[in-house]
T-cell receptor, first 112, second 116 residues
Framework: QKEVEQNSGPLSVPEGAIASLNCTYSDRGSQSFFWYRQYSGKSPELIMF????GDKEDGRFTAQLNKASQYVSLLIRDSQPSDSATYLCAVNIRTGGFKTIFGAGTRLFVKA | EAGVAQSPRYKIIEKRQSVAFWCNPI?????LYWYQQILGQGPKLLIQ????????DSQLPKDRFSAERLKGVDSTLKIQPAKLEDSAVYLCASSLGGTRSFDEQFFGPGTRLTVL
């Protein structure tokens, strides 16, 4: 079982719709959870992090965490063509310090 | 604020050759990471430094890969000898470090390595 699993996609949504990206993780001791966006040929950049159960909103983005189900999601409201990218879910697990495990990413395509 | 710097940006070598990558983190960042990202996959942590000490190198193929972070600032990652499967983008990232679990990592532009 992979430590962090994501659907590879591509996920295609029309402009203005809500995009829903999902991620599951295997380590129950995971401490915090991150969503990174990676444009083709570019490096990952952090969108949001969350470490408490529930929702966290930042502009058009909402991260949702359910530790009991070992599930974290990212909602993008009013999707724009510029949101087209790969979205990487990352989990910090405690190993003395902290170690970050990335999922393989979900490709999102927003159609104009 | 200057970002994470990496060089070179691209490198093409033949198998069994050696190669080295350089990274300069954001000033004041104690933690430095080297990731390998193969096409279509997420970044895989190779090694993590806290200042100039190694925190995690469990996924570093130590028979061919080595890394150092002298003086707790710049870092180099070396591959010797390279294999075809080492073709990937090598990403360096840095973060403030410390005990927080939500430590934002800032990534450099990466080095794209092609092994022929």
């Amino acid at each position: 079982q992979k430590e962090v699993e994501q659907n590879s996609g591509p996920l295609s949504v029309p402009e203005g719709a809500i995009a829903s990206l999902n991620c599951t993780y295997s380590d129950r001791g995971s401490q915090s959870f991150f969503w990174y966006r990676q444009y083709s040929g570019k490096s990952p950049e952090l969108i949001m992090f969350i470490y408490s159960n529930g929702d966290k909103e930042d502009g058009r983005f909402t991260a949702q965490l359910n530790k009991a189900s070992q599930y974290v999601s990212l909602l993008i409201r009013d999707s724009q063509p510029s949101d087209s990218a790969t979205y990487l879910c990352a989990v910090n697990i405690r190993t003395g310090g902290f170690k970050t495990i990335f999922g393989a990413g979900t490709r999102l395509f927003v159609k104009a | 604020e200057a970002g994470v710097a990496q060089s070179p940006r691209y490198k093409i070598i033949e198998k069994r050759q050696s190669v080295a990558f350089w990274c300069n983190p954001i000033s004041g960042h104690a933690t430095l990471y080297w990731y390998q990202q193969i096409l279509g996959q997420g970044p895989k942590l190779l090694i993590q430094f806290q200042n100039n000490g190694v925190v995690d190198d469990s996924q570093l193929p130590k028979d061919r890969f080595s890394a150092e972070r002298l003086k707790g600032v710049d870092s180099t990652l070396k591959i010797q000898p390279a294999k075809l499967e080492d073709s990937a983008v090598y990403l360096c990232a840095s973060s403030l470090g410390g005990t927080r679990s939500f430590d934002e990592q800032f990534f450099g532009p990466g080095t794209r390595l092609t092994v022929l």
